[in-house]
Every structure is written in structure tokens, then in C-alpha cells.
């Protein structure tokens, strides 16, 4: 199978459980990455459905499709995998592994830990996450990946939702990204979700809003989104690192 001709080679792969997660957790990335000319996709392993407010997955699609295209985001891919009954399960794992092998992203972006008294989805989310970064790079094992070639991702980072609790994750490093010129966006996208946020829950923008300019404040950013390593941050130039905006 030539996948170079089959399937666009994307920069960036944003896996969440449900349409709606990405965009809360790192939508703002997701935009800003988008005009600075990179290739970015989203993976959600269910359709949400069923959920309380909306009237079928149709509408959910419809939802997240625009979303999508707020956020300037080049492809967006719905699996099938079951809402609330979402379990780390081999199957799974091959299902998203697929994706990887064929789009052969350079960094993933998923979930990092539990979100208590939320969807056990997430946590279950970030398992399966974790296992298909490893099994997309498996040789010997053709059976289950119906001929696709193995692909490395080079980075793995996690996110968490925007306004769960910020405590520290017991990961490599972290870093803030800068999303001042893109949280308007960010808004704007999770705003599309009417059926999730009618309007007694409107309160949910101003939490995620508040989560950004937190975040951003901590790194000197009008606003921001906190991700964690797997492995810790390096660099060869440590004056590039302190001082990115610099000319050189």
C-alpha cells in the first residue's frame, strides 16, 4: 500500500473521547498551530452519542465539523468506538494505531490523566492513546494492521481538560503554549457544541477562559495551554529555549 498517496501526512494528531474534548483542552494549540502553517488533525474514538441534549449523532457531527473548521483544523476523524462504554481494549488500541500508520503524524496530543466526577471515557481515552503511539511503531506484526506500514511519532504530549483542576502530573516536564491571538477562537469552537452547553450551562466559557489567561499568566502570555511531556524537554541551544522570540 503506497500511504504517501493514500493518506495527507499530518504535523499534529489531537485524539480525544468525544467531539468537544480537544477543543476544550487545547483547541487554542490546535489554531494557533493551524496559521503557523502546520497540519493539524483531530481523532475523537466515539461520537458522544448518546448525551442528554442532543438529538442524535447527526447533529453531534454537525457540531463538531464546524468546530473543526474554526479552529482551522484540516481533517477531523470520528471512530467507532462506544460513548460511556469506552474500555483500553486491543481493539481499540489496533483501531487508532491504524490512523496513526496511515496520517503518520510527528506529534500526538491526548489525554494525561482521570477527570473525577467526569466522563471515565478520558482515562480510558489516554490508555488507548498511549498504546497506539507504541503499536503504530511495531514491526512484525502486519497481521493486525491490514498492510499498513509502521510509523513513528516522534512526540507524545498530554493535555487536560481546561477546567479540571490544576494540579501537576507525574510527567517528564511541561511547557505553556501561547494562544493570546487564538482564545477568542478557542471559545468560538467550544461554543459550537450547542447541545452540550445550552445556556444554563454558559458558565463553562468563562471557566475555560479563565483556565487560558491562568495558564498564559504563568509564562507571561495574554493566555495559554499547559501540556506534558513524556520525556523531558531538551534542546541544544539554551538561549533558543529562554528566548524564543529572539532574532538570531
Not at 29 to 52: C, F, K, N, Q
Not at 111 to 140: C, E, N
Request: glycine residues 6%; contains cysteine.
Amino acid at each position: 500500500m503506497d500511504v504517501e498517496k493514500e493518506y495527507p501526512q499530518y504535523d499534529v494528531i489531537a485524539v480525544g473521547a468525544h467531539p468537544d474534548d480537544v477543543e476544550i483542552a487545547c483547541g487554542g494549540t490546535l489554531a494557533r498551530l493551524s496559521d503557523l502553517g502546520y497540519s493539524v488533525a483531530i481523532i475523537d474514538l466515539t461520537d458522544g452519542e448518546p448525551t442528554p441534549h442532543s438529538p442524535g449523532p447527526d447533529i453531534r457531527l454537525g457540531e463538531a465539523l464546524a468546530a473543526a473548521k474554526v479552529l482551522g483544523v484540516h481533517k477531523r476523524i470520528t471512530l467507532d468506538l462506544p460513548n460511556r462504554r469506552l474500555f483500553d481494549s486491543f481493539e481499540a488500541r489496533v483501531m487508532l494505531a491504524k490512523e496513526f500508520r496511515k496520517y503518520r503524524p510527528k506529534v500526538v496530543l491526548g489525554f494525561g490523566d482521570r477527570t473525577p466526577m467526569a466522563s471515565p471515557d478520558h482515562w480510558q481515552a489516554m490508555q488507548i492513546t498511549d498504546a497506539a503511539v507504541f503499536y503504530s511503531r511495531l514491526t512484525k506484526w502486519d497481521e493486525h494492521f491490514d498492510g499498513l506500514p509502521v510509523h513513528t511519532v516522534s512526540r507524545h504530549l498530554y493535555y487536560k481538560i481546561a477546567f479540571e483542576p490544576i494540579n501537576k502530573l507525574d510527567a517528564a516536564g511541561s511547557f505553556v503554549h501561547d494562544i493570546t491571538d487564538t482564545l477568542e477562537r478557542k471559545i468560538e469552537s467550544v461554543r459550537c457544541y450547542q447541545t452540550q452547553f445550552p445556556p444554563a450551562k454558559d458558565y463553562i466559557y468563562d471557566r475555560v477562559r479563565g483556565a487560558a489567561i491562568y495558564l498564559g499568566a504563568t509564562a507571561g502570555y495574554g493566555a495559554g495551554e499547559l501540556f506534558y511531556t513524556t520525556r523531558a524537554v531538551a534542546t541544544p541551544d539554551m538561549m533558543q529555549l529562554l528566548f524564543p522570540e529572539a532574532k538570531s
